[in-house]
């Protein structure tokens, strides 16, 4: 029996680096799947509708919850984000491991529904580094900056729930790190299969 695919999740606060490290994860690992979320809010400088997220508006949204078309989705500084259903689950079928980028809330979520996922905290080495890391995108205002910056402080207690935490201070030390854990789970699957397979 085929070791069941891993659902891979990987948050962490805004500015720690998790988007620069899921990128550099999936150009380590070309057969990982990659879940693109949707967001109600605006594109960023040099983001690509349905490449980075899909962005819709409020009322598209609504309208794929209203669907059930979320696997999970959350309201976050403002503006909402989910994970489509159809296209995690039809990965997963077809035997691929996949790679979801969301937010604490959303993970959370997600451990409800797949407890077998692997759940991946990022951390920033600092709280200065991470205000210095958002500030310097210079993509939101002074307001934004302070909501995301309150939300900080509950987001990082959120990682003992979490099944590994990676401190992200040099991206090619924490890529390590996370090849090591997905290299780790995906042995402890295979040795599942076996002993199923064997019994």
């Known amino acids: 029996m085929a070791a069941k695919p891993l659902l891979i999740v990987v948050s962490g606060p805004s500015g720690s680096g998790k988007g620069t490290l899921c990128a550099m994860l999936r150009q380590a690992l070309p057969n990982l799947a990659y879940s693109v979320s949707a967001t109600t809010r605006q594109p960023r400088p040099g983001e690509r509708n349905e490449v980075d997220y899909f962005f819709i508006s409020d009322a598209e949204f609504q309208q794929l919850i209203d669907r059930g078309e979320f696997l999970e989705w959350a309201e976050v500084y403002g503006h909402r984000y989910g994970t489509a259903r159809p296209a995690v689950e039809a990965q997963l079928k077809a035997g691929r491991d996949m790679l979801l980028e969301i937010d604490v809330q959303g993970a959370m979520n997600i451990k409800k529904s797949f407890p077998d996922a692997l759940l991946i905290f990022v951390q920033p080495p600092s709280l200065q580094e991470l205000g210095a890391r958002i500030a310097n995108r210079g993509t939101e ?59």
């Open 141 to 199: 205002s002074l307001q934004d900056l302070k909501v995301r910056m309150d939300c900080v402080l509950s987001e990082l207690q959120a990682a003992e729930q979490y099944d590994h935490v990676v401190l992200n201070d040099k991206p090619e030390d924490a890529l390590a790190e996370l090849l090591e854990i997905i290299g780790d789970a995906k042995g402890k699957r295979s040795e599942v299969g076996k002993k199923i397979q064997n019994e």
